[in-house]
C-alpha cells in the first residue's frame, strides 16, 4: 500500500474497518549504524536539563579554587534549606541536582571518617550536618534525580600525587557510591594538579592523570555500585566535557569521540563517524563564577540567556547542566530564584503545545509496516520512521493543519540504531511556494531550529541530504516560543565591594582600557599579547584613598579568536603616584578555561588611591590579550 493510498484510506475512515488480511506484516527494522549509546547514555540523553550546585568552603573564602589550608570551621551555613534549593531549580526545568561533594580544596560536605578536612570539624549543626544526605534527600522529595561531583584533585591531602592518595580516593567513591541511593550521574573533573597546602608541604604536584587514578578502574568502580550512573568525563566515561564552560556546544555537536584522550577542539564539535558514544555535556554557571559572590549579584543571566543557552546546548543534542550557587545562608539569591522561575514557566509554557499534532505524515519512501511517517508524531520514544536500506535521502512532509504559526522546530532521530543523518533541511510551504528555513548537520538526540520570525505553513518538509544508511527519525515537533518574562536587575548591596563609578584610567599600555571599568563583560581592553620584557600595563585611580583587601580581575568571556587572558598578574598601589609598593604577584588559577572573576587576597590591607596592574604573559599562547573588568575589595567587618 503506497504512502499516498494510505492517507486516503485514513482520511476516509476506511482504516477501522479494514480486515486482518490488509494488515500488513511488521518490516525488519534497520541495523544498527556506527557508535550507539549504552542503557545508562540513553537515560541520560532524556534529562536533557540538570542543575549544578557549586556549596562548599568556597562559597565562606570568596573564592573559586580553595588551596587546601581553609579551616573547616569557615563552613557556616546560617540557613541552609536544600529544599528552596531544589525548588528554584525545579521551577527552571531542571530534571536533576549535581551535588560539588568535594572540590580541589578537598573539603569533604558529608561525615566521612577517612579525613578530618571536612563537615565533622564544622560549625554546622555542631558537627553532625551531613549536606550530602540533606540535598539527596530534598531532591528526591522534590521527583528528581541526584548526581554528585568528586574532585580527583585535593589540595590538603598529604598524600596527593602519590598511591596512598589514590586509595583514599577510591574509598571516596565507594562512600558517595554507597551512602545516597541512586545516582544518575558522577562527575570527575578535569583539574588535576599544581599548587597546594598538601598536609602543610606547601609546593607543587604534577601528575599523569590517566595513568595516576587509572581511570577505567575508577569508571569501574562506580559502575559496580551504581550502574546507571553516567561517569564524566575522562577517555572511558560515558560523558565528555563541551570544551568550555559558556554553555555553548559545537555546530554540530557530534556524540562521537575518536577512543584516544580527550581534545578539546574535538570535544566542542565531537568527531563525525568516530567509534565511542562519548555525547557532550555543556556546563555553564547562572553567575560569572562557579562558587556564589555578593559582587555577582547584579550579574545573574537573564532568562532571555536562559532561552538562548538551552538552543546553544539542549537545542544542539547536549545536555545542560546549569550551576546554581548557594550563597553563605545555604540559599540561592532572590535574583537568581526568579530568573529560574521566569525561564521554567516560559520554556513549560513553549513545550507544553506540539503545533504539528493533527498533520498528517507521508514520505518519498517507507520501509513497510511499523515504520510509517506517521510515527514521528505519536510521542513514543520507541518508535520512528525509517525507509529500506538502499535509500539514504528521502524526504518527509507534514500536512498542517491551517493557521498553525510556529517559530521552533525540534527534529529527534533514534538513538539506539546510532547517528544516521548527516546533513539535512528544513523547508515549509507558504503561499503555495516552497522555501528553505534552515539547513545543519547532525539530528541526534535532538535538533531545535529557532527561526527569526513566526512562520504559518501549509506544509512543512524535512530532506536527508546526506546519510550512511537510511534515517530513523523518532520526531518532528513545531512549538511557539512563549517569550519569558523580564526580571528586574539588582544591585549588589555588599559594603566590602567598592564601587568604580569614580575610578579611572591614568595610565596605559594600549588605548580602549577604560572598558575595564564599565562593569560590562561583554566589554574588555583587548590589545597584542604581553611578554616579560614588554608587559602589558594599566594604572587605575580610584578617585580616593582607600583600604583594600584585594582585587578582582574579570576575563572576557566574548568569542575572539586567538585571544585568552593573563596567566599570571602583578599589582602595586600608591598613594601618591610617586612610591609604588608591590602588594601582590601571582598565577591566576584556571582562568583559560573557567573564565570566572579572579578575587586576589592581599596579604595585609593596603592603603591606595592608585593601582598599577602588569602582565607578562597569556594563560595560553594566543595573539591578544584580553580583560573585561579589574574591581577590589575592602576588609570584611566583623
Known sequence: MTEVSRRLLLASGLAATATPALAATRAAAPKPWGATPSKRQLAWHAREQYAFVHFSINTFTDREWGYGDEDPKLFDPTD?????????????????????AKHHDGFCLWPTMLTEHCIRNSPYKNGKGDVVGEMERATRRAGLDFGLYLSPWDRNHADYGRPAYVEYFRKQVVELCTRYGTLFEFWFDGANG??????????????????????????????????????????????????????VAGDPCWPTMPNHPYVQSEGNSGVRGAPLWWPAETDVSIRPGWFYHADED?????????????????????????????????????????????????????????????????????????????????????????????????????????????????????????????RFAVDAEVDGRWRELAQHACIGAQRIIRLPALVTARRLRLRILEAPACPAIREIALFRQVAPTAVATVVASDPSIVATTRWSIAAASAPGAQALLDNDTATSWALPAPKASAPASVTIDLGATETLAGFSLTPSRAVMADTAPPKGYRIETSTDGTD?????????????????????????????????????????????????GIGAFRPRSG
Open 80 to 100: 541552609f534549606d536544600p529544599d528552596q534549593i531544589v525548588a528554584a531549580a525545579k521551577a527552571g526545568g531542571m530534571r536533576g541536582i549535581i551535588l560539588t
Open 194 to 247: 599544581g599548587d597546594g597546602y598538601y598536609g602543610g608541604a606547601r609546593d607543587t604536584r604534577k601528575i599523569d592523570a590517566p595513568k595516576y587514578y587509572n581511570w577505567p578502574s575508577i569508571v569501574a568502580l562506580v559502575h559496580q555500585h551504581q550502574p546507571m550512573a553516567c561517569t564524566f568525563d575522562p577517555l572511558g566515561a560515558d560523558v565528555r566535557w563541551v570544551g568550555n564552560e559558556d554553555g
Open 298 to 422: 547584579a550579574k545573574v543571566k537573564t532568562p532571555a540567556r536562559l532561552v538562548k543557552l538551552y538552543d546553544e546546548s539542549v537545542g544542539r543534542g547536549t545536555n545542560l547542566n546549569l550551576n546554581l550557587p548557594p550563597d553563605r545562608r545555604g540559599r540561592l539569591a532572590d535574583i537568581d530564584v526568579a530568573v529560574l522561575k521566569s525561564f521554567g514557566t516560559a520554556q513549560a509554557a513553549t513545550f507544553a503545545r506540539d503545533l504539528a499534532q493533527g498533520a498528517v505524515a507521508t514520505a518519498s519512501q517507507s520501509r513497510g509496516a511499523g515504520f510509517s511517517p506517521a510515527n514521528v508524531l505519536d510521542g513514543r520514544a520507541d518508535s520512528y520512521w525509517s525507509t529500506a536500506d538502499g535509500i539514504t535521502t528521502p524526504s518527509l512532509v507534514l500536512d498542517l493543519p491551517p493557521g498553525r504559526a510556529f517559530d521552533l522546530i525540534r527534529l529527534r532521530e533514534h538513538l539506539p540504531l546510532g547517528l544516521r543523518v548527516t
Open 580 to 628: 609604588w609598593q608591590e602588594a601582590g604577584k601571582g598565577e591566576l588559577p584556571n582562568i583559560a578555561y573557567a573564565l570566572a572573576t579572579q578575587r586576589i587576597a592581599f596579604a595585609a590591607p593596603v592603603t591606595a588611591r592608585l593601582l598599577r596592574l602588569s602582565f607578562a604573559e597569556t594563560a595560553i599562547p594566543a595573539r591578544r590579550l584580553a580583560i573585561a
